[in-house]
């Protein structure tokens, strides 16, 4: 069992930056590929990006390559997601998910959630 708990969203003016983290409980951390969602009012919740358990593998979404930037460190069980250059269309509510593999077919492979932590970007 993995409990996920995200930290760090807010307000912030466009062309600012967030760091929001995803701490997780359980001794497993480091066997997980880690999940940065986002769902905007309206919108279904896409992903952001994603890191392997090593971090030697990131991905990327299209709409955040280079500006957001994902890392782990699994001796404090914590996933970060650097966010910078932040523009409007980034306001949603952002959640970390953790998942047992690389490839994940579909967004309810990933096994375990967090309850999400609000982004709001003023223009």
């Known amino acids: 069992q993995v409990q996920l708990v995200e930290s760090g969203g807010g307000l912030v003016q466009a062309g600012g930056s967030l760091r929001l983290s995803c701490a997780a409980s359980?001794?497993?951390?480091?066997?997980?590929?880690m999940g940065w969602f986002r769902q905007a009012p309206g919108k279904e919740r896409e992903l952001v990006g994603k890191i392997n358990w090593n971090g030697a593998n990131i991905y990327y979404a299209d709409s955040v390559k280079g500006r957001f930037t994902i890392s782990r460190d699994n001796a404090k069980n914590t996933v970060y997601l650097q966010m910078n250059s932040l523009k409007p269309e980034d306001t949603a509510v952002y959640y970390c998910a953790a998942a047992t593999t690389w490839v994940v077919p579909t967004i309810s492979h990933y096994d375990y959630w967090g309850q999400g932590t609000q982004v709001t970007v003023s223009s």
């Open positions: 359980g001794r497993t951390f480091s066997r997980y590929t």
